[in-house]
């Protein structure tokens, strides 16, 4: 807070701007998005007068992010597919991210056959990166629109990932959440 009332006391547009989006993350963190999204909001007006696209496109897909865990899915997929239009090539992490975010907007309206597609990008980048801790959460997040098409063997194949992943990285509540995912969906 003491950052935040800084940062709009000094008038500088990008150190603004970054305690907007660190303010909007935190408040995320504690599932707090309705706070979150207005600072989401002032972080991208920000940026969008700095003529940095990355960082407008970071912006985006967090503002975008806020709006689908508020349940405003129409905005979260416009700020998202932005995001993901507005990308520098070669910002594969980036993407890798926009791309989930797109695939939890796709599997909350119903277009799980879309929400599979946008996963599994996402999910091809982050295993080309290297990164085995967003793999996990993808591959957690995939096996919900596989439940919802009806392909239970697909989910329990992506969720045994997600489980052995979550385990190796010492996620305890995230392995326990999706033990009882795979224990639904055998059960089911």
Do not use: M
Not at 53 to 80: Q, V
Not at 92 to 100: C, G, T, W
Not at 149 to 174: N, P
Request: include cysteine.
């Amino acid at each position: 807070n003491q950052a935040l009332a800084l940062a709009e006391q000094h008038d500088n547009p990008d150190v603004n701007a970054t305690v907007q989006l660190t303010f909007t993350r935190v408040l995320g963190q504690n599932g707090d998005f309705r706070r979150a999204l207005p600072h989401a909001e002032r972080a991208l007006a920000l940026i969008r007068g700095l003529g940095q696209p990355a960082r407008e496109a970071d912006a985006l897909n967090t503002a975008g992010w806020c709006a689908a865990k508020l349940g405003d899915y129409e905005t979260a997929r416009a700020h998202c597919q932005a995001a993901l239009d507005l990308l520098p090539s070669g910002a594969s992490n980036s993407k890798a991210n926009y791309l989930d975010s797109l695939g939890y907007i796709e599997h909350r309206t119903g277009h799980h056959d879309l929400a599979v597609e946008r996963y599994q990008q996402a999910l091809s980048l982050f295993r080309a990166l290297g990164a085995d801790s967003d793999c996990a959460d993808t591959l957690d997040n995939l096996g919900h629109p596989y439940t919802a098409l009806g392909q239970r063997e697909r989910a329990r194949a992506v969720w045994r990932q997600a489980l052995e992943l979550y385990r190796r990285q010492g996620r305890g509540e995230d392995a326990e959440r999706v033990r009882r995912q795979l224990d639904a969906v055998d059960g089911g």
